[in-house]
Nanobody
Framework: QVQLVESGGGLVQLGASLRLSCTAS????????IGWYRQAPGEEREGVSC????????RYADFVRGRFTISRDNAKNTVYLQMNSLKPEDTAVYYC?????????????WGQGTQVTVSS
């Protein structure tokens, strides 16, 4: 069964850190660029970060640049999103997605999401 599973979300306070994981099963993650997205209640989904297949290229939304770091461990079939200095406005469901052919523009698989809640 092909799937992406996010984990690592939770309830934290302002300024705390979390590390999200996106683990693939049923396929090899190193053939895919991986993007992280988030969606807050009542808001549209927005892109957070992207990492290339080999991990040498990354992209960040302006609102997370300098606070979040995307990385991957292809041996573990996992991509990470390290989130530091969290703010209440970072509260959302975070999703990862796998893109076989482009750099995070057209996705083949999506995960089910993990909730991140930041309290003030």
């Amino acid at each position: 069964q092909v799937q992406l599973v996010e984990s690592g979300g939770g309830l934290v306070q302002l300024g705390a850190s979390l590390r999200l994981s996106c683990t693939a099963s049923g396929f090899t993650l190193d053939s895919y660029a991986i993007g992280w997205y988030r969606q807050a209640p009542g808001e549209e989904r927005e892109g957070v970060s992207c990492i290339s297949r080999d991990g040498n290229s990354t992209r960040y939304a302006d609102f997370v640049r300098g606070r979040f770091t995307i990385s991957r461990d292809n041996a573990k079939n996992t991509v990470y999103l390290q989130m530091n200095s969290l703010k209440p406005e970072d509260t959302a469901v975070y999703y990862c997605a796998a893109d076989r052919w482009t750099m995070c523009y057209e996705y083949d698989f999506w995960g089910q999401g993990t909730q991140v809640t930041v309290s003030s």
